[in-house]
């Protein structure tokens, strides 16, 4: 049915409406657009039906044909549009009453949200007053942007700067977020620069934003140009590091017992750079009492990586480093490994028969935390954290 009706589309044949957007005139059928929406179907049938030519004044020429091709066949490939035309899509299917394109909408624009764009989205919901929308790109500012140290690198380098009216409406939802000032000093430095005052006068700025008392409590941190950046972060990589619950049994390294795994999984796209697990315990000594003797604190580290995803492996390579026993292992990939969202991926480590006796020490460790999901496949594990950056 939807090729056909795709057929009569492109054909114009039987047309008995147009709608004029820009200068762009399209030809359509009364039935299929009543049939699809309530609006429309006011529009034409309704007792205020209008002129066989519509006019169009807020939505895009192409926007308008996606809609059109929406209506005619349920079919648009979401991952190939833009964010900003997206929304104005989704902005179209709120306005003629479409909730199936406003779902695949939102869908499709929650996957593409990124730090580097999420400004421009809040800005553009906000104006269109597109509140479900609005409220999924507030959420996704506070979970992936305020914490994040890329984010803040990036509006020092990308700016994009959003209007008064919007920045009192972010730090009204996100009032608890503790990098929220260090935001708020960023826009009201720019916003001097639009001003044409001097940046050192953002205080002017920030006084005349009329914030909640909260926020301006926090003023004098601000001046001082203490910002509440991430906790930690490794050469520009944001840094996970599970939380120690309980000691385990340790891992001990022996024939038939040589690897060890543990699955993650995130619910958005990631650059995984690096990992981090525990170092070997101290070997036992053999004379305990003899201080005489000097036994090393380091040793080498040489295992094998493997990254695994639907049983194939996606990375694999050889680890071979000086560390110190009862420590950590800081693990870089030799090329970052893009996570996508929802999909698990084992991580896999291999020591050759040159490691057998070694043991590592074992913990239980936290599950989760800023939106990233570990699985442990062991009781404890020498798993301990990853390195980042968001895409």
């Known amino acids: 049915l939807s090729r056909r009706y795709q057929r009569l589309l492109l054909s114009e044949n039987f047309n008995d409406c147009s709608f004029k957007v820009d200068q762009k005139v399209f030809k359509c059928h009364k039935l299929i657009l009543s049939a699809a929406s309530p609006v429309f179907e006011a529009m034409f049938y309704g007792p205020m ?5 519509i006019r169009i004044l807020d939505i895009s020429p192409d926007t308008f044909q ?16 833009s964010l900003e035309t997206l929304i104005e899509l989704y902005y179209s299917g709120e306005k003629y009453i479409l909730p199936d394109l406003v779902r695949n909408c939102l869908e499709a624009i929650r996957e593409k949200l990124r730090y580097q764009n999420i400004l421009p989205a809040i800005d553009l919901s906000f104006y269109m007053n597109l509140q479900p929308l609005l409220q999924t790109c507030i959420l996704f500012f ?6 994040e140290y890329q984010f803040f690198r990036e509006i020092k380098t ?18 608890d977020s503790k990098n929220l000032p260090c935001f708020i000093k960023e826009w009201c430095q720019q916003e001097c620069k639009s001003l044409g005052l001097n940046e050192c006068e953002y205080k002017l700025v920030f006084n005349d934003l009329e914030l909640p008392n909260q926020i ?28 120690y619950y309980k000691a385990c049994r340790p891992f001990e390294v ?29 070997p036992q000594l053999t004379t305990p009492c003899d201080t005489s003797i000097s036994y090393d604190q380091e040793y080498c580290e040489n295992l094998e990586l493997e990254i695994m995803c639907d049983n194939e492996i996606i990375h694999e390579q050889s680890i071979e480093q000086k560390v110190n026993y009862n420590c950590d292992v800081n693990i870089y990939l030799s090329r970052k490994v893009t996570l996508t969202p929802n999909m698990e991926y084992r ?19 936290s599950t989760e935390a800023r939106g990233v999901k570990f699985i442990d496949l062991n009781m404890g594990t020498i798993f301990k954290g990853i390195k980042y950056s968001n895409l």
Not at 49 to 53: A, G
Not at 66 to 81: K, P, R, V
Request: with cysteine; glycine share 4%; hydrophobic share 35%.
């Open 66 to 81: 996606l809609l059109i091709e929406y209506i005619y066949t349920c079919d648009i490939n979401f991952e190939q549009q």
């Open 142 to 147: 506070k979970k992936y942007c305020l914490d």
């Open 49 to 53: 039906s209008q002129e066989t030519e």
């Open 347 to 365: 991580i896999r480590f291999i020591w050759d028969r040159s490691a057998h006796g070694a043991e590592y020490p074992c913990a239980l460790y």
């Open 254 to 282: 022996h024939e038939g017992f040589n690897e060890f795994n543990v699955n993650v999984k995130t619910d958005r796209f990631i650059s995984l750079a690096g990992m981090v697990i525990c170092s070997r315990l101290m």
């Open 158 to 175: 990308n700016y994009y700067h959003i209007a008064k009216k919007c920045l009192k409406f972010v730090v009204q939802l996100s009032i």
């Open 216 to 243: 301006k409590d926090s003023e004098p941190i601000i001046s001082d140009q203490t910002c509440f950046l991430p906790k930690r972060f490794f050469g520009g990589y944001n840094y996970i590091e599970r939380v």
